[in-house]
């Protein structure tokens, strides 16, 4: 009877999509990793405000431009998403705020000057090479358009020996700026040119060097901003965060289980209400790996509120089937058709509560997802990951796994 009741419950098609799920979810997990959020793999986070609200076209050559900065750079795990109006949210790892908030906090307006006459400026350059080091000096090479190079022949002509300073910012790049070679100075349109510049140490030099070449490659900024905050999480605490987590989540299923054996008295209904919760995790993972959607606190507790409302909603339905009271009418058929019947209605009525009640709390959920995405990583918008993480996990649970579990009382507590 056991045997003929497990094969039933294993041909069932929402159970095949279970495990099917399941096996899928770890093979995207093992292939696309897990996104971790600052609070788990360590980073920076930096707030940039912008000196005036922008439009969204506006906001879009900001982010880029950081972005590219930034990649550049050679900074790594670089998220650039705006936030509002006015604010520009950056996540970094391995790197503390300090080391990159004068690369991205400035503008980068580059001007070359003769004297008080500005003979190029950073919509000129076509094209910027790779930087060269000699010892403690370094070189950008870097090509103008056809008109700047003629522009600059015109201006340049018969100044030779005078000082060419070269300008970030409307900071001075090198404070012993270079001669107008005779070269330059014939009034012949060149297009190759270089900024130069020298440092203390070798080490300082390709630094420099490295900022000088990053904001020529990316252009400038269309408004001036500055860093309004920052906050940095050492990799160590976030590893201490996820252990704290797994450890927490361990303890758990632990006193889930115990709950459930004392309630019941029924030791068979543990194991499918503790393997459903852990095949939901392992679906919204799969899932979150496959979107490439970060996993941060914010998200673990999202994830832990979907595992608790499944549980409560199992309950639900092992409740609705076990309180209906025994008919010893009629022959022994005739009853455990009755008994299936009232299975049947009772896992129906308890699913139409379970739908209902997910309902009601996704539309709770929709409006803090729409606020935390249109603000960002900021205020209100951290929460967007609890929102969206708990909407997937109530999704796959009504979808997927309650509906197994009630396939699994149906059958086996007929």
């Known amino acids: 009877m056991v045997s003929r009741d497990f094969s039933k419950f294993i041909k069932d098609k929402q159970v095949i999509l279970l495990f099917a799920l399941v096996l899928a979810s770890i093979l995207c997990i093992s292939v696309f990793g897990i996104s971790q959020g600052l609070d788990l793999k360590g980073g920076s986070l930096l707030q940039l405000q912008l000196d005036q609200p922008v439009d969204k076209a506006t906001m879009d050559v900001v982010t880029t ?25 950056v996540e970094m790892a391995d790197v503390t705020p300090d080391e990159i908030a004068r690369l991205i906090g400035s503008p980068g307006s580059f001007e070359a000057k003769i004297g008080n006459v500005t003979v190029l400026s950073g919509s ?29 022949a015109e201006l340049a002509k018969g100044k030779e020996g005078e000082d060419v300073g070269m300008f970030l910012d409307g900071k001075l790049i090198d404070e012993e700026p270079p001669k107008l070679s005779s070269e330059l100075a014939n009034g012949v349109a060149v297009s190759e040119l270089e900024v130069t510049g020298g440092e203390d140490t070798r080490e300082a030099a390709q630094t420099k060097a490295n900022e000088v070449y990053t904001v020529l490659k990316t252009g400038s900024l269309p408004v001036k901003l500055h860093v309004a905050g920052s906050s940095t999480i050492s990799p160590e605490l976030g590893q201490q965060f996820l252990n704290g987590t797994l450890i927490a989540g361990f303890l758990a299923i632990l006193v889930i289980a115990l709950i459930i054996f004392i309630r019941y008295k029924k030791a068979i209904l ?29 998200a673990i507790v999202g994830l832990i509120a979907s595992i608790g409302t499944g549980v409560d909603d199992q309950i639900i339905i092992t409740d609705e089937v076990l309180s209906k009271t025994e008919d010893e009418e009629g022959t022994k058929q005739s009853r455990l058709r009755r008994r299936l019947t009232r299975t049947r209605l009772s896992v129906k009525n308890a699913l139409f509560i379970i739908f209902a009640s997910a309902g009601t709390l996704i539309a709770a959920m929709l409006p803090l997802t729409y606020v935390g995405f249109s603000r960002g990583a900021s205020g209100i918008g951290v929460l967007s990951g609890f929102a969206f993480t708990t909407i997937l996990g109530i999704l796959v649970g009504v979808l ?15």
């Open 124 to 152: 000129d350059i076509e094209s910027v090479e790779m930087f060269t080091l000699e010892d403690t000096s370094w070189h950008v090479p870097f090509h103008i358009t056809p008109s700047a190079a003629k522009k600059f």
């Open 400 to 414: 997927i796994t309650r509906p197994v579990y009630a396939k699994f009382i149906e059958i086996f507590l007929k």
């Open 65 to 89: 431009v950081i972005d590219k900065r930034l990649n550049l750079y050679g900074v790594k795990d670089v998220k650039v998403r705006s936030s509002g109006e006015q604010l520009v949210i």
């Open 270 to 298: 543990v194991g499918p209400i503790i393997l459903t919760s852990i095949s939901e995790i392992i679906i919204v993972m799969g899932i979150a790996s496959i979107i490439h959607w970060n996993i941060d606190l914010a």
